[in-house]
């Protein structure tokens, strides 16, 4: 079983939530982590990103290009020299300080399938 953190105090507290809601209010939409996930294996152009973020209309991508460009996650780098102009997307450095979380939001998603499809499996195991 996991140990709760080291207890801390209110105001601790306090900060601790008011970081996770501004994470949350960021990255908590249903695009902004699968577009960070896509440019993690390269930089992309426009329409390649839409094809491997399922769903997405041109629209709602052009608008979280935008945001995570503004919040230094990723770089735009428009290349005038090829006829049309190539526009591709790299997630920053910045962006990538993201793995980690996405990873623990990986582990956490896939213990969570199996304790909703398979409850019995996961008693037994303890």
Request: aromatic share 6%; charged share 20%.
């Amino acid at each position: 079983m996991l140990q709760p953190p080291i207890p801390i105090t209110h105001h601790e507290c306090a900060g601790a939530m008011r970081s996770v809601r501004d994470a949350l209010d960021f990255l908590g939409g249903k695009w902004k982590l699968p577009i960070i996930i896509a440019l993690s294996g390269g930089p992309k152009r426009f329409k390649q990103l839409q094809r491997e973020v399922t769903g997405i209309t041109a629209k709602m991508l052009s608008k979280e290009l935008k945001e995570l460009e503004l919040n230094s996650l990723l770089t735009r780098h428009v290349e005038t020299q090829a006829a049309p102009v190539a526009v591709t997307y790299t997630l920053a450095d910045y962006g990538e300080h993201l793995y980690p979380v996405i990873e623990a939001l990986r582990i956490w998603g896939q213990l969570h399938r199996t304790h909703i499809m398979h409850p019995a499996a996961e008693a037994g195991a303890a």
